[in-house]
């Protein structure tokens, strides 16, 4: 009841309190809300993280934050987002990155996980100008490669050998 926390479906025991604030929780009879009095707790999202100074090596092909490069080039903004994987890790820091493909740039980058002052947010571009099609044949398998230890590193080779096929231009 104090911090608006509300059930739905059949009520629960009144020895239930809220998890939040330990107080007696209030029913909603339907998924809009039964009580219009009180205003909705706002749906805040975190800030998207922007790696600290320093951080990580600054290049004329890497950005703060995704933030940053998205204001780059507004192509970005308005371009539909392909995920190349999640959770590739880097040998040499154990550091994990999620890779996508930007369509109308043709653009292939790692965005770090983890905290701003490890580096965390920053973007690497690794790939300019390429569409689907070169992107499969230069990373066939690649969903085999996530996850241990060095998939980066393999994600990185892989792209400068396609560049030097030439199937890509990397960045």
Request: charged share 25%; hydrophobic share 40%; aromatic share 8%.
């Amino acid at each position: 009841m104090r911090c608006g926390q509300r059930y739905f479906g059949a009520a629960p025991s009144l020895a239930v309190p809220c998890e939040f604030c330990g107080s007696r929780l209030n029913a909603v009879h339907s998924a809009h809300g039964a009580r219009r009095d009180r205003t909705p707790l706002p749906a805040v999202r975190p800030p998207l993280p922007e790696a600290a100074a320093g951080s990580f090596e600054p290049s004329d092909t890497s950005y703060q934050s995704i933030v940053a490069f998205i204001r780059d080039d507004d192509r970005r903004m308005r371009s539909r987002e392909h995920d190349i994987g999640l959770c590739w890790r880097e040998a040499a820091t154990g550091h994990t990155f999620r890779a996508a493909w930007v369509e109308d740039t043709g653009e292939l980058f790692v965005v770090q996980n983890g905290p701003p002052a490890e580096g965390g947010g920053h973007v690497e571009v690794l790939v300019t100008g390429c569409d689907a099609q070169q992107l499969d044949r230069a990373l066939p398998g690649w969903r085999e490669f996530l996850w241990p230890m060095g998939s980066l590193d393999w994600l990185r080779h892989r792209v400068r050998a396609a560049a030097d096929a030439p199937l890509l231009r990397v960045a």
